[in-house]
Nanobody, 124 residues
Framework: QVQLVESGGGLVQAGGSLRLSCAGS????????VGWFRQAPGKAREFISV????????YYADSVKGRFTISRDNAKNTVYLQLNSLKPGDAAVYYC?????????????????WGQGTQVTVGS
């Protein structure tokens, strides 16, 4: 069993930055591919980015490519999502999710565990 806890959300002005963290407990995240998603009110959950367990393979949604960066620190059992150049349209609850030793060759939508989410609000 893996527990995931997101943090780092908050209120930021358009053009600003935030760094989200996804901390794992229960088992080491180093064996898990981890993805980030977001869901705005009234909208479907949207894939944002994914990083494989080695950290060598990354994918991003076109809507965030060049502005968001995913990374991981397996020593800290944490995966990060750096959000830069934020826009009002980026406002949502952001979730991380983990899939055990899953090879990726594109966006991944099937995960074993999900966190509870962290709210990102972007002021215009």
């Amino acid at each position: 069993q893996v527990q995931l806890v997101e943090s780092g959300g908050g209120l930021v002005q358009a053009g600003g930055s935030l760094r989200l963290s996804c901390a794992g407990s229960g088992r080491t995240l180093s064996s898990y591919t981890v993805g980030w998603f977001r869901q705005a009110p009234g909208k479907a959950r949207e894939f944002i980015s994914v990083i494989d367990w080695s950290g060598d393979t990354l994918y991003y949604a076109d809507s965030v490519k060049g502005r968001f960066t995913i990374s991981r620190d397996n020593a800290k059992n944490t995966v990060y999502l750096q959000l830069n150049s934020l826009k009002p349209g980026d406002a949502a609850v952001y979730y991380c999710a983990a899939a055990f030793r899953t090879t990726i060759n594109g966006p991944l939508y099937d995960y074993d565990y999900w966190g509870q989410g962290t709210q990102v609000t972007v002021g215009s």
